[in-house]
């Protein structure tokens, strides 16, 4: 998820708004969304213009949420005249098998131009594999999504389950390193200007406790490990190879370590909790968050909204997010949080320092008066009692703290948490990174994670 955009004009766009602008699918003439563009100004506040189209990009269908459910986060591409968006996913139409319109083609469960459907070589994309990384916030962040699709590739090799994404062999900088949105394992581009497997699979997920020193980090393939960053080696407390009765994960969250009380979404995309005993606990869920070890506040799979632990909640939300003092409910009309409200058009809710703040439809930063803030658009935050940090359109992180110190952390990152004592993310290569929440110094991960 690196820079916002490069125009495509041309035919590409004309068939992007007859073929998807008009379909019952998604996007239509009340809103932006999918419309041909120019530029960005044609797409309003909510939207860029990417590749001639107006939309977003995305690191999983979470995001892509507010176009009325039935977006999918779909990786692009690299088309010559579409350079900038290359290696990165941008909002789509879902579809079933023949649900697309003329000039456009099904492909890992979303409606794509027949001209993006075309390799770097010629080769036609084969049809993708079912599969979904749908991912949800823990720790008082939005969480990093996946997709719920399997991907295509230029072969008719389905892609693999829990991973999605679209394209063949497209070009790259040599010695670029990526995830791949098909297989969940590590790419390097080679000497030869083509992605190149490796063995390594990457992490996916990330959710803290409001402490900070409970980390649990989830894998392509459901495996995860939960541990304690530490300024040397890292505290491990909970893993898939050692707790054999937890099922393989999309994404989880440890309460407490000793004795581990968890929740999660199970790779087949159900909400799942040694301790939780709300009525949505065995339902499919799309996002939940921890109130409280005992308690959880989820999105099931057709946006309704289960917290137990709110006695005027709305029936249904767009995003929740947690922390052990409040709960804020994103929705249509703005956010609300412990009786307070934001008004307006948010793309994603995090709570900091018992409040709710939120990142508009751009990607500008909401919170009540009195709370230190990021100026400037962002593709997601994460914050605690006494910082908040982001990733810019760029991909690196900026945090500030309760005292206005500011902090920039250098590099490619796509899913970032945070808590007291410490923060981390996870890298655009799968590897997570984490920090002290205060002086910012890097703490050691278990390797390979």
Known sequence: ???RARLYRGLLAVLLCFGACSTEEGGGSETNWLKACDDTADCGSKYSCLCGVCTRTCVGDDQ?????????????????????????????????????SAGFACVGGACVPNDWNQDS???????????????????????????????AGGSSEPAAAGMAGLGGSEPCTPSTVRCSVQTGRREV???SGTFEATDYVC???????GNGDLTCAVKADGRFLCFHPESTDAKLLFSS?????VPRMKQLQLATAAPPRWTGITFDGVLASNTVTAACVGQPAQAFDLYSPEDACALTSSGELCCEVLTDSPSSALDVSASRSAVCVLNPSGIQCNGSALAGEFAQVFTYASMGCGLTADGSMQCPPGLPTLSGNFLEAAAANQHVCAITLGGEIRCVTSDEESQVLTGTYTHIAA???????IRSDGTTRCWDGMTFADLAVPADW
Do not use: F, R, W, Y
């Open 419 to 425: 808590g007291d004592l410490a923060s981390c993310a």
């Open 64 to 100: 892509c949420s507010t176009e009325g459910g039935k977006a999918m986060c779909a990786a692009q591409p690299s088309k010559s005249g579409c350079a900038s968006v290359a290696e990165q996913n941008v909002c789509l139409l879902a579809c079933t098998t023949d649900s697309c």
């Open 241 to 245: 190879d050692t707790a054999t009765d």
């Open 203 to 209: 992490t996916t997920s990330l959710t803290m406790n």
């Open 1 to 3: 998820m690196m820079s």
């Open 189 to 191: 581009c080679t000497a």
């Open 121 to 151: 070589s010629g080769g036609s994309a084969g049809n993708g594999g079912a599969g979904g990384l749908a991912d949800a916030g823990g720790g008082g962040v939005s969480g990093l999504g996946g997709t719920s699709a399997g991907g």
